[in-house]
């Protein structure tokens, strides 16, 4: 402990006994330890502490403790009542104060078996084929036992919530009788005050696993605490400085953490036993699961376009294309979807939880190919391969992806009606040329080489559907009345 410079000596002497400031005072003002202060003005050493001076209420604490333990919930105000009775001379807030300082807490453990908790932590994201996503860890902790487990997941769907509540009660060997949940919209579709409506999916999860849902009030995390440290205990022993590569590699790493260190840890009320002791005790308590588990997967129509692929998200997924422009059944859980035509599976696939993904089955492929290939047969073909020979090329180009063979085919009969042979074919000279595919393409250069020759603007004329053929043939007058 270092001395002053004589300048701070000799503001300690003025502030002490000029302007009466206290020894404290003067070292938390000038950043000194107090017993340099001290040594400057001669005071010496630090004084014992002054030994607490006798209370009103020292000879009543046995009493308060006493009654305390028999009646918790006593008010402060009767206690004083019967302090007074017994010869106590002081004020009411005297023993507020005190009552507020002894008084015992009650506990609210919940009962073996009756209640879990769930709940979602944002992990962060993780990149995805075509971008990023973000990662969740569900969580949901027994209240009884403090036993948790927990998954990563990519959405956040009522259906991944479903999924996630089924797995835990297999992991568990059982359910509780109650859920806790806050208050997500894929937890609550509408609420107002103490009037709820679950979404209809959860209910009938709820229903089928034979568990009542609850909620914790709104913006009240209290309510649910015990998964809140359960989340904190993850962030702090599990996440901390790991890093999670994706949603298989997290789960499997979470799952030995929740086996070796979890599980294993002392209870937070019984010390004496782990978590683990106590959650083999509850176990037996939670109600059986029923068999089978109840489907949890997403099912919905889905509508195949005219290339046989459905969506799902962003993502496309190939069916045969015998199904194109039809309506059939997706279903899908996080692992895989399926197409369903009746009871029928009609195409299965790896679920992608990329941006903007084409999974495509390669037997889909190869028959659309033959498809389209067979599509150069269409009507009006040899027509506009007469005109204009190199519109092979175009065709071929069209074969291997794009709209329909048949569209693109009528499209281009339709240029070559407007605009005459010569003007078209040149017009598919030159997209050919430049490795162009598009009809919009063969339209333009069509348009181009009318304004370079001067020809005039092509006009589409619309004809009654009486009439099937532009070409009118006049009648011989000779046969009219002349009357």
Not at 30 to 41: A, E, F, M, S, T
Request: aromatic share 8%; proline share 7%.
């Amino acid at each position: 402990m270092t001395h002053p410079s004589q300048d701070t000596c000799a503001e300690i002497v003025r502030l002490y006994f000029g302007e009466h400031w206290k020894a404290g005072t003067i070292a938390a003002q000038l950043g000194l330890h107090p017993d340099v202060v001290r040594r400057v003005l001669g005071l010496g050493p630090e004084r014992p502490p002054v030994e607490p001076r006798p209370q009103l209420l020292d000879p009543f604490r046995d009493f308060i403790a006493s009654t305390l333990a028999s009646y918790p919930t006593l008010r402060s105000s009767r206690l004083y009542d019967m302090l007074c009775d017994r010869g106590f001379r002081g004020s009411v807030r005297t023993v507020r104060l005190y009552v507020a300082t002894v008084r015992p807490q009650k506990r609210r453990e919940p009962m073996i078996g009756e209640q879990a908790q769930v709940d979602w932590a944002y992990v962060g994201k993780i990149p995805v084929p075509g971008g990023e996503r973000a990662l969740w860890l569900f969580v949901i902790v027994l209240s009884y036992s403090r036993a948790l487990w927990g998954e990563f997941v990519l959405d956040l769907s009522v259906q991944s919530l479903c999924r996630s509540l089924v797995r835990a009660a297999g992991a568990f060997g059982g359910v509780t009788r109650q859920w806790l949940f806050d208050n997500p919209k894929t937890v609550v579709i509408e609420r107002c005050g103490p009037a709820v409506r679950f979404h209809p999916t959860l209910l009938s999860l709820s229903a089928d696993m034979r568990v009542q849902p609850r909620l914790c009030g709104v913006r009240q995390p209290q309510h649910k605490g015990r998964v809140e440290r359960a989340i904190r205990y993850l962030r702090d022993r599990f996440l901390a400085g790991r890093t999670i590569l994706g949603v298989a590699d997290g789960n499997a790493q979470l799952a030995r953490f929740i086996a070796d260190v979890a599980l294993v840890r002392p209870h937070p009320v019984d010390g004496q036993r782990s978590v683990g002791d106590v959650f083999a005790e509850e176990q037996s308590r939670l109600l059986s699961l029923p068999n089978p588990l109840p489907a949890t997967d997403l099912i919905l129509p889905t509508h195949v376009d005219t290339q046989a692929f459905v969506r799902l998200d962003t993502n496309r997924y190939s069916v045969p294309s015998d199904f194109a422009g039809r309506t059939l059944t997706l279903v899908a859980d996080d692992l895989r979807i399926r197409v369903l035509d009746g009871a029928s599976e009609v195409a299965a696939h790896p679920r992608s939880f990329g941006r903007r993904q084409i999974i495509e089955a390669p037997e889909h492929r190869a028959a659309l190919v033959r498809e389209r290939r067979a599509a150069l047969e269409l009507k009006g073909r040899d027509r506009l391969l007469t005109v204009a020979p190199d519109f092979t090329v175009v065709l071929e180009r069209w074969a291997k992806g794009g709209p329909s063979l048949g569209f693109l085919v009528s499209r281009a009969i339709r240029l070559l009606d407007l605009y005459g042979n010569d003007t078209f074919t040149a017009a598919v000279e030159e997209i050919v040329k430049r490795g162009l595919r598009d009809i919009s393409a063969i339209a333009v250069a069509c348009d181009r080489i009318r304004r370079v020759k001067r020809h005039p603007v092509p006009v589409d004329i619309a004809f009654p559907a009486h009439l099937d053929d532009r070409d009118i043939t006049p009648h011989d007058l000779e046969t009219y009345d002349d009357k």
